[in-house]
């Protein structure tokens, strides 16, 4: 009974995959991953929206506080549909490929109980356990590539969140600072605006892409320089990366179909010429390396449910050691698949391109500066 159980929840896994796979990559070639429909509505649905309002009315509060009267601020409303889009996403995900996970577990259950721990069906299980951690972390990556600009929007909110009052009631994490928080914050925010730099439509005019990328260029290299001077102390830099921040996110906030949207990233008075900055090591994001760090993934725990499975242990413990390898496993790959810091085209060795004036019977270009 326990056998037949064992080899319908594998095949129903299997067959899920299956009928899974044929929908989902093709999303992600032509960047369209935007769950919406069933799932979407119950992610919506499953007390979300509060924690976004609040996380909203957070940021719009701090960057109030932060900035000159009159500088560009987000409304409320729409930043929370922003966070709210990305987060019911995010979820819709996960419940999409919670359906196989739960699957294998139950397989691993009827294994680890039934007392036909052969190789073939360990390494089959713990297979089929890698391979669905691993298409729903490459699902959730893909989604920061159909959405980029709720990416960035999430990103800077993290930035005003790490650089806003420490919350009391939050214990002490050894070994990370608060200088530490706002670093991390600030590259994150900055791998998030060279990616939208580097999405934008093909079929959009090459001159606006152009100048697109070289201002996004232009406030990582402010981003960089306020984050600089404000771990080496300066408290004036605070509200340069506020007006930043702010402008940023009034602008990501606006909807994109609309009239007023505007084209530019941030506006141009926030931002200020910086040549001493030399620009953030530059971390690319290999095809090749993804697909090694996703294999030795998978083989990691087939060898492990392999090595298990020849062992007599106790019944807590098989469990313990699943989750603690699968934990350690995952993080090791998170390390193994960092997020570029800035695409090729953005290095900041390289001059932005500029806008030559139009001559008479001519046109305009967009040339790179010597």
């Not at 429909?37 to 701090?62: D, E, H, I, Y």
């Not at 979820?91 to 259950?109: C, D, E, N, Q, R």
């Not at 920061?144 to 009631?169: K, N, Q, Y």
Request: some cysteine.
């Amino acid at each position: 009974m326990m056998k037949s159980l064992f080899d319908q929840f594998v095949w129903g896994t299997a067959l899920y995959i299956a009928l899974t796979l044929p929908l989902v990559p093709p999303l992600w070639t032509g960047r369209a991953r935007r769950p919406r429909g069933v799932v979407f509505r119950f992610a919506q649905r499953a007390g979300l929206m509060k924690t976004s309002a609040a996380r909203a009315a957070r940021t719009v509060r701090a960057l109030r506080e932060h900035t000159q009267a009159g500088a560009e601020v987000p409304d409320t409303e729409r930043l929370r549909q922003r966070l709210d889009d990305r987060r019911c996403s995010v979820m819709s995900i996960l419940l999409l490929w919670s359906i196989p996970y739960l699957g294998v577990i139950a397989a691993l259950f009827l294994l680890l109980n039934g007392g036909f721990a052969s190789g073939y069906q360990w390494i089959v299980v713990w297979s089929m356990f890698g391979g669905v951690l691993v298409l729903a972390d490459v699902d959730r990556r893909m989604l920061a590539r159909s959405l980029p600009i709720e990416h960035t929007t999430v990103m800077a909110v993290g930035v005003v969140e790490a650089c806003g009052a420490p919350d009391p009631s939050q214990h002490e994490v050894r070994g990370h600072t608060r200088n530490s928080a706002i670093c991390a914050s600030i590259d994150d925010l900055c791998a998030a605006l060279g990616r939208q730099a580097a999405l934008e439509p093909r079929r959009t005019d090459a001159v606006h892409r152009a100048r697109l990328r070289a201002e996004a260029l232009e406030v990582v290299r402010n981003l960089h320089a306020a984050k600089i001077r404000l771990v080496e102390g300066d408290r004036a830099a605070l509200g340069t990366l506020y007006a930043i921040v702010g402008s940023l996110l009034a602008r990501a906030a606006t909807p994109t179909h609309l009239p007023e949207s505007s084209s530019r990233l941030v506006c141009a008075d926030v931002l200020t010429a910086d040549p001493n900055w030399e620009g953030p090591p530059l971390r690319n994001e290999s095809p090749a390396a993804k697909a090694l760090g996703y294999a030795l993934f998978i083989a990691g725990l087939a060898a492990t449910g392999q090595l298990l499975s020849l062992l007599t242990l106790p019944e807590p413990l098989p469990w313990v050691l699943i989750l603690l390898t699968a934990g350690a496993g995952h993080r090791v790959l998170k390390r193994w698949l960092p997020v570029p810091a800035l695409p090729a085209e953005l290095l900041p060795t390289s001059s932005p391109p500029v806008a030559v004036p139009e001559q008479a019977g001519g046109r305009g270009d967009l040339r790179q500066t010597p």
